[in-house]
């Protein structure tokens, strides 16, 4: 007789990483909760995927804390206790520090942080009462470094960094595994949903910061349709994770998300920095005077 398929429940499907990766699950021994944010939800309804009788579609903001605590009861309720927790729901903003207003910062750390950990809280306690379970939670390479008019995300995953590396510890006695993945750039067209914060929207940012957002925004456009690493990918990757005996806490989800990695273990930081500084782009005219 065969054993009943693990319950995994990715939040994020209607694109992207999140939705390659239930296509994988799907093949797989798996019963899967993908969830979707309500205005996507008929959009992933409506992929071949979603007729799967594996597969059951469910609406979620991840900032809606009350909504990830009822969604996680209901599958309990109605197919099971989630063994398997993907966090791949993930916004970014592109803005400078001094652009963020405290509700887009609030914006940011509730999607990519505080809506992940609420979500890993709900999952927890029927995870230690069977004494197994998975966490995976899709860091990003902005996770480990930090790039100009990429503060907020940076921050959220470095939040995220932090605290699945307590978790780690904290889980270990009950037999749960906890992982970052950490994709670097991807081909995919995720540049084109880059938020903008309220006071760049409304014009009311200075222009002085122009040139960062100009050079950044080209940098990071051409290096995104330049690589040749796809989502799908990065689901491989992830998907391989969650099948690991000894899942490691942290796995590149990208070839480059390695090289960045040694850059910034291996090289002094002063010199890490000061390279880094050097080689952004245009960074010689951003400034005050670059209108001028
Ligand atoms: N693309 C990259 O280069 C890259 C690099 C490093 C790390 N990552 C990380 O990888 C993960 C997946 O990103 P992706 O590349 O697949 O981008 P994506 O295509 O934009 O996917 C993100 C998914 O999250 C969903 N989402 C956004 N806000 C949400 C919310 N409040 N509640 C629930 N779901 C929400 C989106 O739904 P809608 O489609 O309906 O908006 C979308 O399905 C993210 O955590 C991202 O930070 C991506």
Redo the contacts with the bound molecule.
Sequence with gaps: MSSAPSIVLV?????????ELIKLFEQGHYRIVA???P??VQELLSRPVAQSEKVSVEP????DYAGSTALVRKVEREIGPVDILVN?????YRSTVEDMTIEDEQKQLQ??YL?AMHLVRECLPSMRRRRSGRIVN?????GMMAMPTMASYSAS?FALEGASESLWYELKPWGIHVSLV?????N?L?FT?VLFSKKKASGESSQEYDRHYENMKAFVEKI?TRTPCT?TD?ARRIYKVCQMKRPPLRAA?TPDAILFYFLRRILPRFLYHKLLYRTLPGVKEWGPNSKA
């Design positions: 939040t994020g499907c209607s694109s992207g990483i999140g939705y969830t979707a944010l205005s996507s979620l903001d991840v900032a791949n729901a993930g916004i970014s999607v990519n809506g899709i860091s990003s390479v902005g995953k950490r994709p670097g750039f991807i995919s995720a949903k995104m989502s990065v989800g």
